[in-house]
């Protein structure tokens, strides 16, 4: 059994986390200044006092260390909402992976409606134009055999939208998949699969005492839900500002209250 307490200077510490969403809360992909002033900093502070920080996010792995580069060392990787759990040197805590025949099936019922991306292995698929270095075009499910699938997102451009159709998916497929809108993407993945379900692997596995989350989206609601305590932004949608403790303006802040 790991011990559960950190030694700093004599001092015994407890041994806390801050799992991080990414997109619009840690990594703004779409601003000029990419990262909120101070974040890195506060960060890289944390974990030097013995404290963990990880990623929690619907990206792949790949799709996180492209736009992450050398600016954040994560300590735990939650990935495609949870359906692939990671530890700082990339073993494998969780995976839960879809079968082919519900892809295709999903693939049916919403990807000739909206733009489409499945995960498999550590990289991003696409049918369509492979828009950024981060995806890849295939011409046929074929060329996925005998990878991993973590997930299928569908981008639908509007939130009602997405909420629309997460709704439909969960009604349709029943507890064979977990359906969560996230902004304007709807993201599908394995039945069980969740932010919060993985934060608790991640909370055995690395022996946490006091585990924190952070985000701003629906797919976050069981994170926030789950940790001990929790956080979000004013701009938030409500119901996820419901299920944080703390509205704050950046990670920064977060860190200053675990």
Do not use: W
């Not at 990594?27 to 502070?45: L, S, V, W």
């Not at 919403?110 to 995806?135: H, R």
């Not at 993985?198 to 596995?205: D, I, K």
């Amino acid at each position: 059994m790991p011990c559960r307490t950190l030694k700093y200077y004599g001092v015994k510490l407890m041994k806390k986390a801050l799992a991080s969403d990414f997109d619009n809360t840690l990594f703004f992909m779409f601003q000029e200044e990419t990262y909120r002033p101070g974040d890195r900093e506060a960060i890289r502070a944390f974990q030097a006092q013995g404290g963990l920080f990880g990623i929690s996010t619907g990206r792949s792995l790949t799709g996180v260390r492209q736009a992450t580069g050398d600016n954040v060392a994560y300590d735990f990787y939650i990935l495609a909402n949870g359906s692939l759990v990671l530890d700082k040197h990339l073993r494998t805590l969780q995976k839960k992976v879809v079968p082919m025949s519900l892809v295709r099936s999903l693939y049916d019922r919403y990807g000739k409606l909206e733009n489409s991306v499945i995960q498999a292995g550590d990289t991003v698929y696409t049918f369509g134009p492979a828009d950024n270095p981060m995806q890849t075009h295939i011409d046929d499910f074929e060329e996925l055999d005998g990878k991993d699938i973590y997930g299928i997102s569908f981008y639908t451009g509007s939130e009602d939208r997405a909420k629309e159709m997460a709704g439909d998916a969960q009604q349709h497929y029943g507890r064979t998949i977990e359906a969560y809108a996230n902004t304007v993407v709807l993201d599908i993945v394995g039945a069980g699969c969740s932010k919060g379900q993985a934060l608790e692997t991640v909370r055995q596995a690395l022996a946490l005492e006091r585990v924190g989350a952070i985000g701003d989206s629906y797919n976050d609601i069981s994170m926030l839900e789950s940790a001990d305590i929790s956080f979000t932004f004013s701009y938030a949608p409500q119901p996820v500002q419901a299920s944080a403790g703390h509205i704050v303006g950046s990670v920064r802040e977060a860190l200053t209250l675990l």
